[in-house]
């Protein structure tokens, strides 16, 4: 079985498992540029043309004027040319003078997310896809139940409470190395500069402490994922 191939397996399990499509859905793509999103938007674009169930997508990148990394968003716009998707770019920033409490990671997050869910109701979908992958759940989980006292993590599915949005990860079952190689033998471009704080958060720790624990146990994603799905039915 190709790469490829592992990742549409994949991708196909957890719209199945976790029902995150139905009929006549309306699906807002958070298009970061990064190599997820991506390859989650060419999923669903892909997904999208086979007969049921019929739903449409959308994208949507949101510019931070105060956070300096870049993105090609000519290629970003012909990409999503290329799949028959329409692209909407929406400019946004924030003052992280206002909110001590918070550090700007979160305050950079909590505004893309905000401008995202303000563009999907405007554009009447039901539903935001995130590009998250399996790694991103596991150090979710790690982040929370250390500094959180928690053991919780990113749903694939969650429905809000307070308006008719779903958010959906279908990415959920896919290691992030799985889609570094598709990245590579899809040739997706690289963002032209990265986020100069990525380094310096506690999901780049979290990550390096998963390595650690998968070298000291090579089953430590499937006892892990297992104990996240546990927790979530409780």
Same mark, same amino acid.
């Given at each position: ?17 976790? %029902? &995150?499509?139905?009929? *006549?859905? %309306?699906?807002?793509? *958070?298009?970061?540029? *990064?190599?997820?999103? &991506? ?34 968003? /000519?290629?970003?716009? *012909?990409? !999503?040319?290329? +799949?028959?998707?329409?692209? #909407? ?12 409490? #918070?550090? #700007? ?6 505004? %893309? ?9 405007? &554009? ?5 896809? +995130? ?5 991103? =759940? ?26 008719? @949005?779903?958010?959906? %990860? ?12 598709? !990245? ?15 380094? /310096?958060? #506690? ?5 390096? =402490? ?5 070298? @000291? ?9 297992? /104990? ?7």
């Amino acid at each position: 079985m190709t790469n490829e191939e592992k990742i549409t397996q994949l991708f196909n399990t957890a719209l199945r498992d976790y %029902r &995150l499509i139905n009929d *006549g859905d %309306r699906i807002l793509v *958070g298009l970061s540029g *990064g190599k997820d999103s &991506l390859a989650l938007l060419q999923l669903l674009a892909k997904r999208s043309r086979i007969f049921f169930p019929r739903f449409q997508v959308e994208a949507a990148f949101i510019r931070m004027k105060n956070i300096p990394y870049q993105n090609d968003e /000519a290629y970003l716009q *012909g990409f !999503a040319d290329s +799949l028959n998707v329409t692209l #909407h770019i929406v400019e946004t920033s924030f003052d992280e003078t206002t909110d001590k409490r #918070h550090t #700007h990671c979160f305050l950079c997050s909590w505004n %893309r997310r905000k401008q995202l869910f303000e563009l999907a109701k405007q &554009l009447k979908c039901n539903k935001i896809a +995130l590009g998250h992958n399996k790694d991103d =759940i596991m150090q979710t989980a790690l982040m929370n139940m250390t500094f959180q006292g928690m053991f919780d993590t990113m749903r694939p599915s969650l429905q809000m409470d307070k308006f008719p @949005m779903t958010i959906i %990860r279908p990415l959920c079952l896919i290691r992030e190395r799985l889609l570094q190689q598709h !990245a590579e033998e899809q040739g997706f471009r690289k963002q032209v500069k990265n986020c100069p704080f990525e380094d /310096a958060s #506690h999901r780049y720790d979290m990550k390096n =402490i998963i390595s650690q624990l998968e070298e @000291m146990n090579p089953e430590f994603e499937y006892s892990f994922f297992r /104990a996240i799905a546990k927790a979530a039915k409780k």
